[in-house]
């Protein structure tokens, strides 16, 4: 007898949640289709562990064991709500249609066609999720009326700080009625829903993200799922009573309190699922009240990941119970025993699923292969005959031989093989080499795009697009405080663009540290212009959030040196989001922070060198004065891609005349900036470093050097045009200087302008770096004067150059 209890009561919170009535028919069959899902998912897990096995993929870590929670999940998951998980969400993505079985293949052996490998044009391992929110042209898709991943990144607990901003953007767009948020929300209405591995909750991000949660109460639904291992390690090394949902009761929402609901359920009871998942979309999506789901006694049935059997860590009483806890078998007996399906339709539906799978493999490597076979027919011609003409027939035919007994091959066999039989041709001259040549030519060009493209935008208003406008100044231009520049182009910019909004440590209330938000928050309210908690990482994830959510958010961080606390998120999310979803996906987040020459250890880092590696995929603006950052900020809110523009600390009591141009003027991105011309040498600098080398031009003058004196301004990229390059061929001597560590920054623009450039050959001196010492900046102005480049560095090192070249005209200091 069908279990009609069940069916009412699921019906109940179906309802509550407003999703129409289904027949007791109806539910039946959503029952069976949902059973469908969690054992295609599983023949997935299982066959795809096998083609890594066999050596077609190189690396698979899969949902199984995790099945059931997903489904209950991907019912309470509507259009427009955004998911930021990890690699186990395989069956949530199945359930919902957006990734097939084939698709999943696709992932493992890293087919490069975005039209066949949705999730990351085989640029990511399988297991990492991602929706296009992108059209063609760049421009955004509707996200309401789609369902919505975020693209998942390998770290654990990475996606949680972007959950924090996913969910603020629900809060936002319920708020701030002047934005035109149609393609992004409904009044509010979306749900973020996290999930993450047990074990993974042991690290910072998680904490420190729950409690901005719980602070900023956003609609966010954080699954967690627990199979007690993380990896090889059992809870007990892992969370404080072993249980995450236990340590997080004081989370817990109280009478007249902020805070989360707190659910714990057991991840085989689908009914139970159900029903959690459904209390939880109605708490976060009506009152924006963020959940906690701790699903526990899940499985882990293949282990971990293809690198290892779980065997080897897991008790024999763990293995057998988890045999019999697995979630797709405690499902399947529910079916039956409620008298949902007989027991030969669920075996004909297991036994269809395996072969559609096993066709769905079948195809997606077929497919995988198909381009390569043709571009291997096409080079076996011209090595044919390349092998007919040549001094070197030997090893020509044997290099097509081993090209032809290679059945599967892959791009790196045909260009590898290609490149081999062009170096066996060297000092031949023949149209048969040239027909090679040209060959791997347009291979290699074909070919570096599908694993280079799209680190930064692609599109026509991309950030080094945008024109620049200069400041125009009236006659009687008032000189002002920095700061006040800022200030009133970042008022102007909050009046232009009602999506606009900006937060950070003490942004809100007093206007920021150098009060360039004075007054601000008064304006334009406690949601555009806000106070966060001590929490660098979950700001940079607020920000990443809602930038992918349509809003235009800067995320301050205070102070240079502590980016650091960040520099995981902007790294492994922001930075590589474009370049990892093949540009389907966009965060044009910028982030605002003040660094450079202060005094000590902490307040005066000047960590270039380290940003400009690990953040490729942004940009890297160091503005001289806070003219030239307004004009930063302008020029990125015409465009939509990240960056972080570093103010310099000790510039905003200077005065500058203020501009009659504001909101207007704009800072050309990957453009440097001559400010003195010269003939004798080419000195390269930036920020506050800066200054200090304008101070000293004066004084090189009286020794009868004539320095060009040129401002970085934009790092990454750095000048594109190659000003630099123009500059080194009439002066022939260069030194850039910076307050980075030696080797830092200023060796990276060496490289740049030697290598990238070309200005070796014009130099008449080695280049030389003037830079801060290896260690931290130490403390007052003595500690500034013997860390950093001092005025008298910077002299001695331009006239010991002078002197190299002309012992006669400069003698010796
Ligand atoms: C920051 C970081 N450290 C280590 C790893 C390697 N690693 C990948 S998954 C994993 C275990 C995660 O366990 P859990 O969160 O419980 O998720 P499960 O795989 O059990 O679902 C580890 C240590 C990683 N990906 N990222
Ligand atoms: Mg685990």
């Given at each position: 007898m069908p279990n009609a209890n069940t069916y009412i009561q699921l019906m109940d919170i179906s309802t509550a949640n407003s999703k129409k009535q289904i027949s007791f028919d109806e539910f039946k069959s959503e029952i069976i289709a949902d059973y469908k899902i969690a054992v295609t998912s599983r023949e997935c897990s299982l066959l795809g562990r096998r083609e890594v096995l066999t050596g077609k993929a190189k690396f698979g870590i899969f949902g199984d064991g995790k099945e059931l929670p997903q489904i209950a999940m991907a019912k309470a998951f509507n259009e427009g709500d955004f998911r930021s998980g990890y690699y186990r969400d395989q069956t949530f993505m199945m359930a919902l249609d957006l990734l097939t079985p084939k698709d999943l293949f696709h992932g493992l052996y890293a087919t490069t066609d975005i039209e066949k490998e949705p999730m990351s044009a085989g640029r990511q391992?399988?297991?990492h999720f991602v929706t296009h929110s992108l059209n063609e042209d760049g421009s955004w898709k509707n996200l309401t009326k789609q369902y919505n991943s975020s693209a998942d990144i390998s770290p654990t607990a990475a996606q949680m700080p972007r959950l924090l901003g996913l969910a603020q953007a629900s809060k936002v767009y319920r708020s701030e009625k002047?934005?035109?948020g149609n393609l992004f929300s409904v009044q509010g209405n979306e749900v973020a829903w996290g999930t993450i591995g047990n074990a993974s909750t042991s690290e910072g991000l998680f904490f420190e993200t729950i409690n901005a949660g719980g602070v900023l109460q956003v609609p966010m639904v954080v699954s967690v799922w627990d199979d007690e291992y993380g990896i090889s390690v059992h809870a007990k090394h892992q969370t404080t009573k072993e249980s995450i949902s236990e340590i997080l009761k004081g989370f817990q929402k109280e009478e007249g309190t902020n805070g989360y609901e707190i659910f714990k359920v057991n991840g085989w009871d689908y009914p139970a699922l159900v029903k959690t998942y459904q209390e939880a979309a109605l708490i976060a999506r009506e009152k924006h009240i963020p959940v906690i789901i701790h699903v526990v006694e899940l499985t882990q049935p293949q282990g971990h990941s293809t690198s290892g059997s779980h065997e080897r860590y897991k008790s024999d009483d763990r293995l057998i119970w988890e045999k019999e806890q697995d979630c797709n078998v405690k499902f399947r007996s529910w079916i039956l025993e409620n008298g949902f399906a007989e027991e030969e339709s669920l075996l004909q539906i297991e036994k269809d699923i395996k072969r559609d799978v096993r066709n769905a493999k079948k195809e997606a490597w077929s497919e995988f292969l198909t381009p390569h076979l043709a571009y291997k027919k096409d080079l076996v011609k011209v090595l044919r005959s390349v092998s007919e003409n040549t001094q070197n027939k030997a090893a020509i035919i044997s290099i097509l031989n081993d090209l032809i007994a290679i059945e599967e091959p892959i791009k790196k066999d045909l260009a590898a093989k290609a490149r081999l039989a062009l170096r066996g041709l060297i000092g031949e001259q023949s149209k048969e080499r040239e027909m090679l040549k040209n060959w791997l030519l347009r291979f290699m060009t074909e070919m570096q795009p599908i694993y280079s493209?799209?680190?930064?935008?692609?599109?026509?208003?991309?950030?080094?697009n945008i024109s620049a406008v200069q400041p125009t100044y009236s006659k009687d231009a008032p000189m002002v405080d920095g700061r006040l520049i800022l200030r009133d182009n970042f008022d102007l910019l909050l009046g232009k663009y009602p999506e606009f909004l900006i937060f950070g440590e003490d942004s809100g209330t007093i206007g920021d540290v150098n009060q360039g938000l004075e007054g601000l928050q008064k304006k334009y309210g406690e949601t555009r212009v806000a106070d966060t908690g001590i929490r660098e990482a979950s700001i940079i994830g607020q920000g990443i959030g809602m930038a992918l959510r349509g809003l235009r958010p800067i995320a301050e961080i205070q102070y240079l040196d502590y980016m650091l606390y960040a520099l995981q998120t902007l790294s492994d999310d922001l930075a590589s989001l474009r370049y990892r979803t093949f540009g389907k996906q966009k965060a044009p987040l910028i982030v605002r922070t003040r660094g450079h020459r202060l005094e000590g250890i902490w307040h005066s880092g000047s960590q270039m060198g380290g940003l400009i590696h690990f953040l490729r995929g942004m940009y890297i603006l160091t503005p001289r004065n806070m003219t030239v950052a307004a004009g930063f900020y302008n020029t990125l809110m015409k465009s939509d891609e990240p960056a972080i523009v570093i103010e310099s600390?000790?510039?905003?009591?200077l005065k500058e005349p203020m501009p009659n141009n504001l909101t207007e003027i704009c800072t050309p991105i990957g453009v440097v900036d001559i400010l003195k011309e010269g003939k004798d040498i080419t000195v390269l600098s930036y920020g506050s470093t800066l200054r200090i080398v304008e101070q000293v031009i004066g004084s090189l003058q009286n020794y009868d050097i004539d320095v060009e004196l040129i401002d970085a301004q934009t790092l990454l990229p750095f000048d594109l045009k190659h000003e630099v390059l123009e500059s080194v061929k009439k002066t022939n001597r260069l030194i850039v200087i910076d307050e980075d560590v030696p080797g830092g920054c200023a060796a990276y623009l060496i490289q740049e302008i030697i290598e990238k450039q070309g200005a070796f050959k014009y130099l008449d001196a080695p280049p030389i770096t003037l830079t801060a010492k290896a260690h931290r900046p130490a403390y007052a102005s003595d500690g500034d004067y013997f860390s950093k480049p001092n005025a008298e560095d910077i002299f001695e090192s331009i006239y010991n150059i002078m002197h190299e070249s002309n012992p006669s005209a400069y003698p010796e200091l």
């Open positions: 391992m399988g297991g002047n934005i035109n493209s799209h680190l930064y935008s692609e599109h026509e208003n991309k950030a080094t600390l000790n510039g905003y009591r």
